[in-house]
């Protein structure tokens, strides 16, 4: 097949959707004036020749394109790769390692024939890929739950306010608390003894950072044997 021949995958697209369903949709991945260009490992096809299909069921949606730049066997196929779901909002989701499927088929195929090899070979795939997705976005939401509640238990024995920072793999709830005391090592002049406590949750569940200044002598020891005296229990039996 010449490249004179190649499929015009954006009349291609709208006719497979079609014969997927009436809940499948179609639309270009491009804007106008843009050229949008895929990765390395799904191809080279400018987003004239790239086009997504989605269904109204959340979550599913697959990209046909064509590679221009293909050679030997690869001239003229249509690839189709399973489209992860939108990152949500609330949490952030490591799916770098979930499979959501990708086939070719011959650009030769009419749009039942490919529709038909989507059914077949890509959607089982997809939607593994989706409900593992899915598992994995509501076990980050209990993990970042689990560091939350622990961060308002900590707030409420210092009577403050924890408040939530983003971060790169989850968000971190931070609290800090001031404690005025009278050094008798400083005079009589009011201190503040500080801590500063930072909750992050993952797979082996929430975890407390807690960074304390300005303790006097009496406080140190204070926290130093709580923390001695806690090493020195057995451990729980489970």
């Not at 995958?9 to 895929?38: H, Q």
């Amino acid at each position: 097949m010449s490249s004179t021949t190649m499929p015009e995958i954006m009349t291609l697209a709208p006719a497979v959707a079609a014969e997927l369903g009436p809940d499948w949709t179609c639309a270009p991945d491009e804007k106008p004036y843009r050229f949008w260009i895929t990765t390395a490992q799904e191809g080279q096809g400018r987003g004239r020749g790239s086009a997504y299909v989605s269904s109204s069921r959340e979550g599913r949606g697959i990209r046909l394109f064509v590679d221009p730049y293909a050679s030997g066997r690869g001239i003229g196929r249509v690839h189709v790769h399973g489209r992860r779901p939108e990152a949500p909002g609330d949490v952030v989701i490591d799916d770098a390692d979930i499979s959501f499927g990708r086939i070719s088929v011959a650009g030769t195929k009419q749009p039942r024939q490919i529709a038909a090899e989507i059914r077949r070979r890509l959607l089982p795939q997809l939607d593994a890929g989706v409900v593992t997705w899915r598992e994995r976005v509501e076990a980050e939401r209990a993990k970042d739950e689990q560091a939350r509640a622990l961060a308002l238990r900590l707030a409420s024995v210092t009577g403050t306010t924890p408040t939530e920072h983003a971060r790169g793999s989850g968000p971190v709830w931070h609290l800090m608390c001031s404690v005025p005391f009278r050094s008798p090592e400083r005079g009589t002049e009011p201190e503040a003894a500080r801590a500063v406590v930072n909750v992050t949750g993952d797979a082996d569940g929430p975890h407390v950072r807690i960074e304390l200044s300005q303790l006097n002598g009496a406080q140190a020891q204070q926290v130093l044997r709580a923390l001695e005296a806690d090493a020195a229990q057995p451990e729980p039996s489970s």
